[in-house]
């Protein structure tokens, strides 16, 4: 089982990017799922959850920029992220933990699978 980022890159402040995560080997659905980013040298920073009853949670930093969903279809679940500020620069990691409600949000590093993460940088 695996989590595997897609969608980082480079994008001017204002810009937009769309990161996403693929779930394989399990069924994201029954899991809580997460975006955290890290700036070399600093935390964990998680800025977003999504849970199988579809509840959503934001970190202040990106309330009303970033939008988690989740193609159960595709069996993969997305960042969507507008406006972006030269502070949103890190490496992006998504991650899943089961049972869903056995993870209260914000998560910790326990959860089941990590992706190995996506470089978002912005700047002009």
């Known amino acids: 089982a695996q989590l595997v980022e897609f969608g980082g890159g480079s994008v001017q402040p204002g810009g937009s990017l769309r990161l996403s995560c693929v779930a394989s080997?399990?069924?994201?659905?029954?899991?809580?799922m997460g975006w955290a980013r890290q700036v070399p040298g600093k935390g964990l920073e998680w800025v977003s959850g999504?849970?199988?009853?579809?509840?959503?949670y934001y970190s202040d930093s990106v309330k009303g920029r970033f939008t988690i969903s989740r193609d159960s279809a595709e069996n993969t679940i997305y960042l969507q992220m507008h406006n972006l500020k030269p502070e949103d620069t890190a490496v992006y990691y998504c991650?899943?933990?089961?049972?869903?409600?056995?993870?209260?949000?914000?998560?910790?590093?326990?959860?089941?699978?990590w992706g190995k993460g996506t470089l978002v940088t912005v700047s002009s």
């Open positions: 991650a899943a933990g089961g049972p869903s409600s056995c993870h209260r949000y914000p998560f910790t590093r326990d959860m089941d699978y």
């Open positions: 999504l849970y199988s009853d579809h509840s959503t």
């Open positions: 080997g399990f069924v994201l659905n029954s899991y809580a």
